[in-house]
């Protein structure tokens, strides 16, 4: 419990009405959630706005109102203004869950790609040390052992703070992140003190909602301009970043901090080389401040060697001895739904792949031919509702990369999905014929015709859902878990 004045410190109150010191059981921004005594912070969302509903969590009981513009409220209720309601309920939330982020060892990753698989890396570098860890993220969030429901990639300001202050009370020391674009943008991870900050890289995504490249990078850059904040913390904190990128030097210039590099290509401070691509893994040697090492990770592709790289070079920032990293890292033998292996005995390769984007499609694709004793037949389809300028971007990718591709649905959302596949196809048409590809829409009828149509040595690319274990048409969610279905698919279609 805190006082209203106490949560407002620091916020640009353009006005404020009634007793300041009244005391606040919490905060919510969701008029259902209030609970007598609570705050209640106004956020005007894409879908509704929460000032409609300040009647609402008045009769649910809030005791003050934090708002973005003049409201009516009663006498005797406490009215807060500010400039930016989003940005007043991260601060206040942080304040109201004692600042967690000041008692955690706060680890941030933002990128298109491959943030998933990089805190899972972490995640195991830290455990190999005998730390306490919390992982947010897309697939899952932990603390410790312990497995939470994830609704968000990065979780709104309010849960994120009470996340991180679980975490605390939990005996959890450090906490890996995925930082998203969109909660950058909107301000989520404000009140949130980062020691490291992790860029991957950056192509095509999102664009429905940043409008263009320019504005997802800037979004992006946030985490790496926060650096500064810094209470009471003594250890430097570091912007490290994938130098191979080519906005790896806007972002350097950003950082607010210590910068350390990785790459393969260009000259960097952690530099990876003798890569030796395999099916079910890769080698190679690295170049660190700290010594040389030689490293065997059980994941494939080159795009996992950048994600062993940005993990390899937090450990080093966090003081852990390279060969315990080593250790962590050559421990992992794989992340759910990124390129992961169903099998049933069959004589060709399956892999289901998070792959939604069109670097990220183009990646898994390439991995696979590394290894693909035949062909590669690719099974995708585009999200409804979200950026269509990457949907013949990736059809495109998909007929030149792939020896066939099935074009199907993904979650369609409130968008037709022959419409979704018809933008896809334009681009498959640029670079196939009609004979190295079909229309399947219904995802399950699209990987039983893969695996009907597979032949020995073949591997088939199922990309774009990974671990979701869902489908969503119109508003409708329903069960659908590519793995489970290609596992059906197996035992009485091989």
Same mark, same amino acid.
């Given at each position: 419990?805190?006082?209203?004045?106490?949560?407002?410190?620091?916020?640009?109150?353009? !006005?404020?009405?009634?007793?300041?010191?009244?005391?606040?059981?919490?905060?919510?921004?969701?008029?259902?959630? $209030?609970?007598?005594?609570?705050?209640?912070?106004?956020?005007?969302? @894409?879908?509704?706005?929460?000032?409609?509903?300040?009647?609402?969590?008045?009769?649910? #009981?809030?005791?003050?109102?934090?708002?973005?513009?003049? $409201?009516?409220?009663?006498?005797?209720?406490? %009215?807060?203004?500010? /400039?930016?309601? /989003?940005?007043?309920?991260?601060?206040?939330?942080?304040?109201?869950?004692? *600042?967690?982020?000041?008692?955690?060892?706060?680890?941030?990753?933002?990128?298109?790609?491959?943030?998933?698989?990089?805190?899972?890396?972490? !995640?195991?570098? @830290?455990?190999?040390? #005998?730390?306490?860890? #919390?992982?947010?993220?897309?697939?899952?969030?932990?603390?410790?052992?312990?497995?939470?429901?994830?609704?968000?990639?990065?979780?709104?300001?309010?849960?994120?703070?009470?996340?991180?202050?679980?975490?605390?009370?939990?005996?959890?020391?450090?906490?890996?992140?995925?930082?998203?674009? *969109?909660?950058?943008?909107?301000?989520?991870?404000?009140?949130?003190?980062?020691?490291?900050?992790?860029?991957?890289?950056?192509?095509? =995504?999102?664009?429905?909602?940043?409008?263009?490249?320019?504005?997802? %990078?800037?979004? +992006?850059?946030?985490?790496?301009?926060?650096? =500064?904040?810094?209470?009471? +913390?003594?250890?430097?904190?570091?912007?490290?970043?994938?130098?191979?990128?080519?906005?790896?030097?806007?972002?350097?210039?950003?950082?607010?901090?210590?910068?350390?590099?990785? #790459?393969?290509?260009?000259?960097?401070?952690?530099?990876?080389?003798?890569?030796?691509?395999?099916?079910?893994?890769?080698? @190679?040697? $690295?170049?660190?401040?700290?010594?040389?090492?030689?490293?065997?990770? *059980?994941?494939?592709?080159? @795009?996992?060697?950048?994600?062993?790289?940005?993990?390899?070079?937090?450990?080093?920032?966090?003081?852990?001895?390279?060969?315990?990293?080593?250790?962590?890292?050559?421990?992992?033998?794989?992340?759910?739904?990124?390129?992961?292996?169903?099998?049933?005995?069959?004589?060709?390769?399956?892999?289901?792949?998070?792959? *939604?984007?069109?670097?990220?499609?183009?990646?898994?694709?390439?991995?696979?031919?590394?290894?693909?004793?035949?062909?590669?037949?690719?099974?995708?389809?585009?999200?409804?509702?979200?950026?269509?300028?990457? /949907?013949?971007?990736?059809?495109?990718?998909?007929?030149?990369?792939?020896?066939?591709?099935?074009?199907?649905?993904?979650?369609? /959302?409130?968008?037709?999905?022959?419409?979704?596949?018809?933008?896809? !196809?334009?681009?498959?048409?640029?670079?196939?014929?009609?004979?190295?590809?079909?229309?399947?829409?219904?995802?399950?009828?699209?990987?039983?015709?893969?695996?009907?149509?597979?032949?020995?040595?073949?591997?088939?690319?199922?990309?774009? +859902?990974?671990?979701?274990?869902?489908?969503?048409?119109?508003?409708? $969610?329903?069960?659908?878990? =590519?793995?489970?279905?290609?596992?059906?698919?197996?035992?009485?279609?091989?």
């Amino acid at each position: 419990m805190k006082s209203l004045r106490d949560l407002i410190i620091g916020l640009e109150a353009a !006005e404020t009405r009634g007793n300041l010191d009244t005391i606040l059981s919490g905060l919510s921004y969701d008029s259902r959630k $209030v609970t007598p005594g609570c705050g209640f912070v106004c956020v005007e969302g @894409f879908k509704t706005d929460g000032h409609k509903y300040i009647p609402s969590a008045l009769e649910q #009981g809030a005791a003050a109102i934090i708002a973005q513009r003049p $409201v009516e409220v009663p006498g005797g209720i406490p %009215l807060v203004i500010v /400039r930016d309601t /989003r940005k007043a309920l991260a601060l206040m939330s942080a304040a109201m869950a004692d *600042h967690p982020s000041r008692k955690l060892t706060m680890i941030g990753l933002t990128g298109t790609n491959g943030k998933t698989t990089t805190t899972y890396l972490i !995640e195991r570098i @830290f455990k190999e040390e #005998g730390y306490k860890v #919390g992982l947010i993220g897309t697939i899952i969030n932990k603390i410790g052992e312990k497995v939470l429901p994830v609704t968000n990639t990065t979780p709104e300001s309010l849960d994120l703070q009470m996340l991180l202050k679980e975490m605390v009370d939990s005996g959890v020391t450090h906490a890996v992140m995925e930082v998203s674009s *969109h909660a950058l943008e909107l301000g989520r991870t404000e009140g949130v003190e980062f020691d490291n900050a992790v860029f991957t890289n950056i192509t095509q =995504d999102h664009l429905d909602f940043h409008g263009n490249m320019e504005n997802y %990078l800037e979004a +992006k850059k946030k985490l790496f301009a926060g650096l =500064d904040r810094n209470v009471g +913390k003594q250890a430097p904190k570091y912007g490290i970043i994938n130098v191979d990128d080519s906005s790896a030097r806007s972002v350097i210039e950003a950082t607010k901090g210590r910068v350390l590099t990785y #790459g393969v290509k260009n000259d960097c401070d952690i530099k990876a080389f003798n890569i030796n691509l395999r099916a079910d893994r890769a080698a @190679f040697d $690295v170049a660190t401040p700290k010594g040389d090492l030689y490293l065997e990770i *059980h994941l494939p592709g080159m @795009f996992n060697v950048y994600n062993s790289l940005a993990a390899l070079s937090v450990g080093i920032c966090q003081g852990i001895a390279i060969n315990s990293i080593k250790a962590a890292l050559e421990s992992v033998k794989g992340v759910p739904g990124r390129m992961e292996k169903v099998s049933e005995g069959q004589d060709f390769t399956v892999l289901v792949d998070y792959a *939604h984007t069109p670097d990220g499609l183009e990646n898994i694709i390439r991995a696979a031919r590394e290894f693909a004793a035949g062909r590669v037949i690719t099974v995708f389809g585009c999200g409804g509702d979200r950026d269509r300028t990457k /949907r013949p971007v990736m059809g495109e990718i998909s007929a030149r990369l792939s020896d066939y591709s099935v074009l199907t649905s993904d979650n369609p /959302r409130t968008e037709e999905p022959l419409f979704i596949i018809s933008q896809i !196809e334009e681009g498959v048409r640029r670079a196939a014929d009609r004979s190295k590809y079909s229309i399947i829409p219904d995802r399950r009828e699209a990987i039983g015709s893969a695996i009907k149509m597979a032949e020995a040595g073949d591997v088939i690319l199922i990309a774009g +859902k990974g671990h979701e274990t869902y489908q969503i048409v119109n508003d409708k $969610v329903n069960h659908f878990d =590519d793995r489970e279905v290609a596992r059906e698919m197996l035992p009485k279609d091989v």
